[in-house]
């Protein structure tokens, strides 16, 4: 199932990269759009790239080198791009396990408070709070917090590294909806648990209701969780783009976003295909964590 | 035997149990008066939707959030609706013991039987886990389960519909109880599996609890089974008494109309309820849009419980 795939996706980023408008010779030529391109030079430059052979003879080559690692060059700054990769990825995957840390915490504590009590003041208040979070979008909330933390409080650097404390405002950035989305998941996914016939035999057994909840509930609501939860974090390690841009990080995201900007197309087609294989692999990471919480799917044969 | 083993008295007061719900107030439980002796089983009998398993589990104060209860259930002189959610987590397991319906969905599926079993020994505090390994080994060996650990690694949906109902009632007597709470043990289950519950009640009920709540619409196991009736209908009791006098002569026509329903005594149905009746009549009897025997008087009045000469509860006025 893998393999297809991301063999769709590998045809798919090529194409996109042969689709985008602009043309990449007329780029490195002419950057600014002043000079006059000589017709020779535009053959020279445009043999150098392989843009004249035809298409399938492009596709074949480009990914027999991506195969092998070799991604190529940018066109724009003539780099290769295998190396910015693994220069950026760091910064990326640093990013996004501490959204994911952030959500993984906030989003199941605030979850199982409002299903424990379920319809009472604390559970109105954290609807309230998840439901905002959800509806800020990223961007304002990362200007809010600079005017905050960095402008009003001088607590925390605006943008470039230094060390932890450069990641709190884009770890925030990163997880603020999804911790509201995760919260209110594990809220309904442990209602839905709680009504159950098994719910209401362990209580039988004396067990109160904080056990009943955790050790019973909330392991079979984990199901739904996993899904969700695994899905976000094959997002945000295929670079965040917005906090990644906004507090200047570099990681993936900001290196997409300025391929995109000068139609670096290799680099876009590097990033497409860096993304569908971060999906691919985290869904099997997901596959076999199901394997570890649901026994059904442990037991094989015997599903149902 | 001693009050110890036997646990007390279960008596309701003008006990009354009604949801909440989106389309108003849903009466489920209404004004039932009724002691369950300890040292006796008593069977409550009724169709579907009668409110039978609704007033077991108000006794253990199991209900939907959205229920509400009024009235008294007391245990022994001790006001168990009265009890703090604490309270009734060492009361219930401990006192009474469920054994739930619906054996497949009883237990989590995630969680290996064992570990399920032995947390109803372990829920009480000071119980160790080696004395609710014990008692885990000697109940699974009672209940045919030679090979116990193999069995106690498995998960629920890996077990067949007779060897989840073994474990469930495995389940009811891990925590000593006085008391089991049997509900619907026979729903949904082939004639073979039914004559394997009661052999398990029976074995229960010999060697372990003698005092019992079934929650049944099987009146054949409730013959067999149960020393004393209510015939729930509605929500309301109609007629309470021993077995043989509310089986073998009933009284109430509801009772009458459910005996005569039985197969061995010729499948009579009992008429489905009259239209005009039922508009007619909100405040009296719950069953006069059915009754064959129905007078002016059961339109608007309810009928209180009168005590007949053998010492049966009647809702019915023709007993008054």
């Known amino acids: ?304 | 035997m001693s009050e110890k083993e036997l646990g007390k008295n279960i008596s309701l007061e003008n006990y009354n149990i009604c949801f909440e719900t989106a389309k108003g107030k849903v009466r489920a439980v209404k004004d039932v008066n009724t002691v369950f002796e300890a040292g006796k089983v008593t069977g409550m009998i009724g169709e579907s939707g009668s409110g039978k398993s609704v007033l077991g589990m108000g006794i253990l104060k199991l209900l939907a959030s959205n229920a509400k209860v009024e009235g008294r259930c007391l245990y022994g002189d001790t006001e168990i609706s009265a009890y703090t959610e604490k309270q009734m987590d060492s009361f219930r397991g401990k006192e009474i013991a469920l054994i739930p319906q619906n054996p497949a969905e009883a237990l989590d599926p995630v969680i290996r039987i064992k570990k399920q079993l032995i947390e109803a020994v372990t829920s009480h505090g000071g119980a160790a886990k080696a004395e609710g390994e014990k008692r885990y080994e000697a109940l699974m060996k009672r209940f045919g389960f030679q090979d116990s650990r193999e069995t106690g690694r498995k998960y629920s949906f890996q077990m067949s519909g007779g060897m989840n109902q073994r474990i469930i009632s495995v389940l009811g007597l891990m925590g000593s109880p006085k008391w089991i709470l049997a509900d619907e043990p026979t729903k949904g289950l082939d004639a073979i599996l039914r004559r394997q519950v009661y052999g398990v009640l029976k074995d229960i009920l010999c060697n372990d609890i003698k005092s019992m709540i079934v929650i049944t619409h099987d009146v054949a196991l409730a013959r067999r089974l149960c020393d004393r009736i209510l015939v729930l209908y509605q929500g309301e009791v109609l007629e309470q008494g021993d077995t043989s006098s509310v089986l073998g002569q009933p009284l109430h026509p509801y009772t009458e109309g459910l005996v005569r329903s039985l197969p061995s005594n010729g499948m009579v149905p009992i008429p489905l309820p009259d239209r005009d009746k039922e508009s007619e009549s909100k405040e009296g009897c719950v069953f006069y849009p059915r009754c064959p025997r129905a007078c002016s008087r059961c339109v608007h009045e309810k009928p209180g419980d009168y005590q007949s000469a053998d010492g049966r509860k009647v809702r019915c006025f023709l007993y008054a």
Not at chain 1, 67 to 94: D, V, W
């Open chain 1, 1 to 304: 199932m893998l393999v297809p795939v991301l063999f769709g996706i590998s045809v798919l980023a090529f194409m996109l990269g042969m689709a985008s408008p602009g043309d990449p010779v007329e780029a490195i030529l002419n950057p600014d759009g002043t000079q006059i391109i000589d017709q020779k030079e535009y053959d020279i430059v445009r043999e150098r790239l392989g843009l004249d052979d035809p298409v399938p003879v492009q596709y074949v080559k480009w990914l027999k080198n991506a195969l092998t690692g070799e991604l190529g060059r940018s066109f724009f700054t003539n780099k290769e791009i295998k190396e910015q990769m693994a220069y950026r990825l760091p910064y990326t995957i640093r990013l996004a396990c501490f959204g994911m840390a952030l959500t993984v915490v906030f989003g199941l504590l605030f979850g199982i408070l409002m299903a424990m009590r379920r319809d009472g003041p604390v559970d109105h208040a954290l609807r309230f709070l998840t439901t905002l979070m959800l509806s800020v979008p990223g961007f304002w909330l990362a200007i809010l917090l600079i005017l905050v933390f960095v402008e009003k409080l001088h607590l925390l650097p605006t943008s470039g590294l230094n060390g932890f404390s450069s990641y709190i405002m884009p770890g925030i950035t990163v997880a603020i909806s999804t911790i509201g989305v995760c919260a209110r998941l594990t809220r309904t996914s442990i209602l839905d648990e709680l009504g159950k016939q098994y719910v209401t035999v362990a209580s039988s057994k004396g067990l109160n209701a904080r056990k009943v909840t955790m050790r019973h509930a909330f392991r079979n609501s984990l199901i739904p969780i996993t899904t969700f939860l695994g899905n976000y974090f094959a997002g945000i390690l295929g670079g965040s783009t917005i906090a990644e841009v906004i507090f200047n990080i570099p990681g993936i995201g900001n290196y997409a976003i300025s391929a995109v900007k000068s139609r670096d197309y290799y680099v876009v087609q590097a990033y497409v295909l860096f993304t569908a294989l971060v999906y691919v692999v985290m869904t099997l990471v997901i596959d076999l964590l199901y394997l570890v919480i649901n026994p059904k799917i442990r037991a094989g044969e015997k599903i149902g």
